[in-house]
């Protein structure tokens, strides 16, 4: 079998691709030759993206989408089957996340989450599936966390949406393993990205100062990039990972592998 990372002629929808992780994954796809399909709910941003792939000669489109609201998923799936001419690959990336325990934690806040978490990854693989099943298979990969894997304070409903990717992760690629369809999920642990900028100066004092003090936990004792997130991602939707399916696979500097906090 001549297995490759090249992605030429595929097709790839990254939801939530306008900063992060989404976009490292966005313009890795493209660099390695798919058409990409950008997508969130700011348009400024996802025009960026877009202008900064075309400019490295890649192909990408953007689609506008608030996967809060219904329907949107649907149409998000069908605007890149028409844009970009089919669907090989999906990355449910899009999340939120808000930090509070269980009574702190509102009702409109345990629901939005679970509405771009969980329901959307949800709506648009199952959409997905539809589709790679008359295709001849495809593969989809879900952004999980490695607080879906344990649990973090402060987190309940973050952590809870988590966990319920890792399950939708693992029953799909039971079901549909026997149609071609590859269902995995990476679970990113500490990644410097914006929202982490964001959790962290909610706390107050030095920036700086919070993100060595995070660094200073993990047993590689670094956060990592969204790249590198977004190459985990690359190889679980690649032919070089033609046998794996159902994997949850943590990203996080080995901190899955401790029982606490690493000395």
Known sequence: MNATWNFAGKAVLVTGSTTGIGEACA?????????VMVSGRDAHRGRRVVEAIEARGGSAAFAAADLREPGACEALLGATLERLGGLDVLVNNAGILHSANAPDTSDAQWLETMAVNVNAVFYLSRAAVRHMR?????????IASEWGLNGEPNHVAYCASKGAVIQITRCMALD????????????????HTHMLDDILSRRGGDLAAHLQALAAGVPMRRLASPAEVAHC?????????????????????GN??????YP
């Open 134 to 142: 008359a295709a001849g298979g495809g593969a989809i990969v879900n």
């Open 27 to 35: 313009r890795a796809f493209a660099g390695g030759g798919a058409r």
């Open 176 to 191: 549909h393993a026997r149609e071609g369809i590859r269902v995995n999920s990476v679970c990113p642990g500490e990644i």
């Open 233 to 253: 991602v690359q190889f679980l939707a690649s032919d070089l990972a033609s046998y794996v399916t159902g994997v949850n696979l943590p990203v996080d500097g």
């Open 256 to 261: 899955d592998a401790t029982a606490g906090p």
